[in-house]
């Protein structure tokens, strides 16, 4: 995964470029200070997905960075990140057509997770909502929950439900109208942090054979 980073805290930006190359999947192609920079980057460095920051350099928006980016290059994902609880962001990135919406005070290997998640297709955004176990979930639902909190792509998960990538995606999106969640990977982390799901370490794939 080819990423951009754009965030104005240079020691900020600095920590991040270090643990993103780090990865054995990720590499950092571009860096820079102002959102007003982040198309060109994306474009010329070629950029899988962009990580910026909601306010930049000399005043300039991610999120309206985010959103011409997304009118020219509909096909490179973005994260936006922010350090300020300012709900507005969240609904102000959602119709600029952002990807993923983190906040700063995540950890590394969480945003590293939807940073992966995103790079498939899922979209993470803040959420009020906890994870209610009287929601009725089949086995196949509960299976996808769990293999996509064992960070499989749709189409490993497709193949291992025997299902097709049509079906998996609305399978997906009946499980979020059942739930009210708005992100497949926030729901399986939280079912399984309330007990509702066991990892497949501990207890047998219901659809595996």
Same mark, same amino acid.
């Given at each position: 995964? $080819?990423v951009?980073i754009?965030?104005?805290?240079?020691?900020?930006?600095?920590?991040l #470029?270090?643990? @993103?190359d780090?990865?054995k999947?990720?590499?950092?192609?571009?860096? #820079?200070?102002?959102?007003?920079?982040?198309?060109?980057? #994306?474009?010329?460095?070629?950029?899988?997905l962009?990580?910026?920051?909601?306010?930049?350099? *000399?005043? %300039?928006s991610?999120?309206?960075a985010? $959103?011409? +980016?997304?009118e !020219?290059?509909?096909?490179? $994902?973005?994260?936006?990140?922010?350090?300020m609880?300012?709900?507005t962001?969240?609904?102000?990135?959602?119709?600029?057509? &952002?990807? %993923?919406? &983190?906040?700063k *005070?995540?950890?590394?290997?969480? +945003? !590293?997770?939807?940073?992966r998640a995103?790079?498939?297709g899922?979209?993470?955004?803040?959420?009020?909502?906890?994870f209610?176990?009287?929601v009725?979930l089949?086995d196949?639902?509960?299976a996808i !929950?769990?293999?996509v909190?064992?960070?499989?792509?749709?189409?490993? @998960? #497709?193949?291992r439900?025997? !299902?097709?990538?049509?079906?998996?995606?609305?399978?997906?999106?009946?499980?979020?109208?059942k739930t009210?969640?708005? %992100?497949i +990977?926030?729901l399986a982390?939280?079912? &399984?942090? *309330?007990?509702?799901?066991?990892?497949?370490?501990?207890?047998?794939?219901?659809l595996?054979?």
């Open positions: 995964m $080819r951009a754009v965030e104005d805290q240079m020691m900020l930006r600095d920590s #470029a270090r643990t @993103i780090a990865q999947d990720m590499q950092v192609v571009g860096e #820079a200070s102002d959102a007003a920079d982040a198309i060109a980057i #994306a474009r010329t460095q070629k950029a899988d962009v990580l910026m920051d909601v306010c930049t350099e *000399n005043g %300039s991610g999120i309206a985010a $959103r011409r +980016l997304k !020219l290059h509909p096909d490179i $994902r973005i994260v936006i990140m922010t350090g609880p300012e709900i962001f969240v609904k102000q990135a959602r119709e600029a057509g &952002v990807d %993923s919406f &983190v906040y *005070n995540i950890g590394t290997d969480e +945003l !590293l997770a939807v940073m995103t790079a498939e899922y979209t993470t955004f803040p959420h009020e909502k906890r209610d176990e009287k009725p089949s196949e639902e509960i !929950l769990r293999l909190c064992e960070t499989k792509t749709r189409k490993e @998960i #497709a193949a439900l025997f !299902l097709s990538e049509g079906t998996l995606k609305r399978r997906i999106s009946e499980i979020l109208a009210g969640y708005d %992100s +990977l926030k982390v939280n079912a &399984v942090s *309330n007990g509702y799901i066991v990892p497949s370490v501990k207890e047998p794939d219901p595996e054979k």
